[in-house]
């Protein structure tokens, strides 16, 4: 089973821009569909966004449609997350986790397999 550690949280201006990485090891990384979730204070965690296994498909919520860019690294066993134009409604936790197939087919959370520990993201002047 994959672990993973996330990495580039912190305070941004609204409007500012983030990149947010998620270090995977202890499985081959192509295998899994690789999303990325937000838990804002008080609600629930959401999926917002999801990237197969060789990278070749994303999928996004709609609040960060246009926004927010997922990628991934093969080589470097990392994904990435690009905010840009970012809200105070992005203020949440966020957390990088691995599906146990190639495909994102959702972005729900009872989906994923294995999660990081979040790293915290603060949009506010």
């Known amino acids: 089973q994959l672990q993973l550690v996330e990495s580039g949280g912190g305070l941004v201006q609204p409007g500012g821009s983030l990149t947010l990485s998620c270090g995977a090891s202890?499985?081959?990384?192509?295998?899994?569909?690789m999303g990325w979730f937000r838990e804002a204070p008080g609600k629930g965690r959401q999926g917002i966004a999801c990237?197969?296994?060789?990278?070749?498909?994303?999928d996004y919520a709609d609040s960060v449609k246009g926004r927010f860019t997922i990628s991934r690294d093969t080589a470097k066993n990392t994904t990435f997350l690009q905010m840009n134009g970012l809200t105070p409604e992005d203020t949440g936790k966020y957390y990088c986790?691995?599906?146990?197939?190639?495909?994102?087919?959702?972005?729900?959370?009872?989906?994923?397999?294995?999660w990081g520990q979040g790293t915290l993201v603060n949009v506010s002047s």
């Open positions: 990237i197969s296994g060789s990278g070749d498909s994303t």
């Open positions: 986790a691995a599906r146990g197939g190639r495909r994102c087919t959702s972005r729900h959370p009872s989906d994923f397999r294995a």
């Open positions: 202890g499985s081959t990384f192509e295998l899994h569909a």
